[in-house]
T-cell receptor, first 110, second 109 residues
């Protein structure tokens, strides 16, 4: 089966700019997660969706981050405006029970 | 609050030597724990979960509730084991994962 897809794979922006990441989960997986992985740290959950509803966004910095999963399949994560400390790899995962991860998007904010 | 601690950032061993990656957790209740691995230029993938009690790629991990540990072990390390390893703890009511900071393993010839 096809794995979790993410795009773009790399993104470089300047601080205060906006950026969006896209995720296509494994077909049939109702649950979708976005994680932030800062260099030298483990992945940290930002938001969890069940179909098109948000289950947990307690760790999402809502003043600048937003995410949606309108049709219960693909999801986008947006940062607006970006800060230097947002430089990280953004991982998308989907699950039926166990989580399967995408390749990640490496964001560099200059 | 649940927490996962991996005390070693880096671990270097010679090929054929035993390797042990430490993981300690804090959790109220009966935990289920995972080890994830990320090889160079590959995505994060599940290595093993304690509930399955399997040996994957020669690795085993035993849950020790008394010591709140879930250390990953392999008796004879191979060069292809060089990777980043993460210990992870899912929440009790769904599968949100809390990850440790990870351990980079380098197996030298």
């Amino acid at each position: 089966e096809a794995g979790v897809a993410q795009s773009p794979r790399y993104k470089i922006i300047e601080k205060r700019q906006s950026v969006a990441f896209w995720c296509n989960p494994i077909s049939g997986h109702a649950t979708l997660y976005w994680y932030q992985q800062i260099l030298g740290q483990g992945p940290k959950l930002l938001i969890q969706f069940q179909n098109n509803g948000v289950v947990d966004d307690s760790q999402l910095p809502k003043d600048r981050f937003s995410a949606e999963r309108l049709k219960g399949v693909d999801s986008t994560l947006k940062i607006q405006p970006a800060k230097l400390e947002d430089s990280a790899v953004y991982l998308c995962a989907s699950s039926h029970q166990l989580q399967y991860f995408g390749p990640g998007t490496r964001l560099t904010v200059l | 609050a649940q927490r996962v601690t991996q005390p070693e950032k880096l671990l270097s061993v010679f090929k054929g030597a035993p390797v042990e990656l430490k993981c300690n957790y804090s959790y109220s209740g009966s935990p289920e724990l995972f080890w994830y691995v990320q090889y160079s230029r590959q995505r994060l993938q599940l290595l093993l979960r304690h509930i399955s009690r399997e040996s994957i790629k020669g690795f085993t991990a035993d849950l020790n509730k008394g010591e709140t540990s879930f250390h990953l072990k392999k008796p004879f390390a191979q060069e292809e084991d060089s990777a980043m390893y993460y210990c992870a703890l899912p929440s009790s009511n769904d599968y949100k994962l809390s990850f440790g900071a990870g351990t980079t393993v380098t197996v030298r010839a």
